[in-house]
């Protein structure tokens, strides 16, 4: 039987949805990291930050194997057995009793989850090309965004009523109906025709190709310093709004309207993308976000934290640059190797992964009494992303001359 999708917008939602799941795994256990530590007997409150970096881990070794299985076997089987992986990796943290236990069960979950964040990302670039994929990036990443808006919510609520444990029931039942409907509802976007013979060579003649394509490598290696430094934001959060700023009960609600702030920004991207094209909206707002960070520290540097209004005006502005930067970077990235979608998305997720977890790392080790070194982390990390910019467009300038 020949599955039919009635319109492009459920075609979104249902890729917003397979996204979601990773969203999902990571913001809803933020409110219930301090119990779970205590759970497990963590002593050491720096080492709650693996429970968010080592799901990011998995993310990027698993993308490795999803993304050509997918080249060879179709978009959707390899998202079901990602799931399933998921699925067991998600009993083996409900009954972890150690911090070993749980980083295993933590690492499994980012492998699991690899299948749906890189198989829906090359079943986009199966569909569509250029700024108009820009554009359908964007509106996804909008309805994905809002899982991070409401998960902190819906994980204290869960921890209240029912304990931490039931935080990852919940996630699997959302993946189970997730499941259900790409099953149900979502074609394969991979034609037969167009499947490459399974082979142990077919990565690395996907990563020889890769690599010609200067586009592809400059905006992975760019993707890769934004995501990391939005990481370095996601581990050390807890410990920020909770243990520097005090704000247990209100830290869900802090972290939603922040996710607005990146939301909003989005939704503005499908809007803008198409009129002025993805190179010059990344140009500029990469711009500002080097500059915020910057008279941050000027304002703060050696200080306490200020008040916490005007670090979330701060967070605020910061996240709604990063707002016009995730979907044109991975778009910008993918746009060369669409004839590798599989392999060329694995290739991407993997090295801004990889790139993105020692830099959340190192930065997020310094976070104990204030906020200050997250914001120079933004700031290096957009600086060398300014000179990642600034490299390809001389590159392209001479290559002009030349052909002139």
């Keep these: 039987m020949k599955i039919r999708q009635k319109s492009e917008a459920e075609f979104i939602i249902v890729m917003a949805s397979l ?17 779970i530590s205590k759970s497990i ?3 050491d409150a720096t080492n709650n ?24 076997f179709g978009r959707k089987p390899v998202i079901y057995c990602g799931f399933i992986v998921f699925a067991f990796a998600s009993f083996i943290c409900v009954f972890a009793t150690s911090l070993e236990m749980m980083i295993v069960g933590r690492l499994l979950q980012g492998v699991g989850l690899s299948a749906p964040r890189t198989i829906s990302i ?6 569509f090309s250029g700024n108009y994929m820009a554009k359908v990036m964007s509106f996804i990443v909008v309805i994905f965004l809002l899982v991070p808006v409401i998960a902190p919510a819906i994980g204290k609520l869960m921890l209240d009523t029912y304990g931490w444990r039931s935080i990852f029931y919940s996630q699997l039942i959302f993946g189970f109906f997730t499941m259900l409907w790409v099953w149900k509802r979502q074609p394969e976007t991979l034609k037969i025709e167009n499947r490459k013979k399974f082979k142990f060579s077919l990565f690395s003649d996907g990563i020889k190709e ?3 394509h200067k586009d592809a490598v400059v905006f992975t290696f760019f993707s890769g310093l934004i995501t990391g430094s939005f990481i370095v934001y996601l581990s050390a959060s807890q410990l920020i ?5 005090h704000l247990k009960e209100e830290f869900p609600y802090i972290f939603a309207a922040l996710s607005i702030s990146i939301g909003l920004a989005t939704f503005l991207n499908g809007k803008l993308v198409v009129k002025l094209g993805m190179l010059k909206l990344i140009s500029i707002f990469t ?3 080097t500059v915020i960070p910057i008279i941050y520290l000027l304002f703060f540097f050696g200080e306490q934290n200020p008040n916490i209004s005007i670090l979330l005006i701060f967070f605020g502005l910061q996240f709604f640059s990063i707002g016009f930067l995730f979907g044109n970077t991975r778009a910008l990235a993918m746009q060369p190797i669409g004839h590798i979608a599989g392999v060329g998305a694995a290739i991407n997720g993997f090295i801004s992964t990889i790139m993105a977890v020692p830099i959340a790392t190192f930065i997020g080790s310094f976070i104990n009494k204030t906020a200050l070194p997250l914001f120079m982390g933004f700031f290096i990390c957009g600086f060398i992303s300014l000179l990642l910019l600034a490299s390809l467009k001389l590159r392209k300038k001479n290559a002009i001359i030349k052909f002139t």
């Design 19 to 35: 996204m979601s799941l990773v969203a999902l795994a990571i913001d809803a256990l933020l409110p219930a990291i301090v119990d």
């Design 41 to 43: 007997h963590v002593t």
């Design 49 to 72: 930050q693996l429970f968010i970096t080592m799901i990011f881990l998995g993310l990027g070794f698993g993308q490795l194997i999803s993304g050509p299985l997918s080249d060879s």
């Design 122 to 127: 090359a079943m986009v670039r199966d569909r």
């Design 210 to 212: 890769f690599f010609k």
């Design 241 to 245: 709004f909770e243990e520097q700023y």
């Design 287 to 289: 711009v500002l976000f």
